[in-house]
C-alpha cells in the first residue's frame, strides 16, 4: 500500500508517517520500482500502538525506547505496567503544580498580590 493509503487507514498524517521514519519509530519502508514507499498491513498496527500511546502522554524519546522494546521483542505487560506507573506519577506532579498555579492567580485576582501597588 502506498503512503496515502496508510495516513487514511491509521488515522496518521503522511508527514507524520515520514517523520516516525526519519526519527526510527518506524523501519524504513521498502522502495517500488518506482520509487515509492511500500507499507504493509503490519504497519497499520504498528502506527495505531504508536498513536495510542503519544494519546497516553508518551513522549517521542519515550516512543521510541518503547518501539526498540517492542520490536525486540522485549516490551512484556509487565514492563508496559510499570511504564505507565510512571506516566502516572509524572501526571500527578503536573495536576499538582497546574492546581498551584491556579491557586496563585485566584490570589492575585482577588487583590492578594505583593506587586499590586506596582500596577495602576
Excluded at 497499520?44 to 521483542?73: D, M, R, V
Excluded at 508496559?80 to 491557586?103: F, P, S, T, W
Aim: hydrophobic residues 35%; positive net charge; proline residues 2%.
Amino acid at each position: 500500500m502506498n503512503i496515502q493509503e496508510l495516513a487514511t487507514k491509521s488515522g496518521l498524517s503522511k508527514d507524520t508517517i515520514r517523520y516516525y521514519e526519519k526519527i526510527g519509530l518506524l523501519p524504513k519502508p521498502k522502495r517500488g520500482i518506482n520509487g515509492y514507499r511500500e507499507y504493509n498491513s503490519s504497519m497499520i498496527i504498528n502506527l495505531k500502538l504508536l498513536n495510542h500511546a503519544k494519546q497516553l502522554g508518551f513522549s517521542l524519546k519515550e516512543l521510541k525506547a518503547l518501539t526498540q522494546l517492542f520490536l525486540s521483542k522485549k516490551l512484556n505487560q509487565k514492563e508496559m505496567g510499570l511504564r505507565l506507573q510512571k506516566k502516572l506519577i509524572e501526571i500527578d506532579v503536573k495536576i499538582r503544580a497546574l492546581n498551584e498555579l491556579k491557586e496563585n492567580i485566584r490570589q492575585v485576582v482577588s487583590g492578594n498580590c505583593d506587586f499590586r501597588e506596582l500596577i495602576k
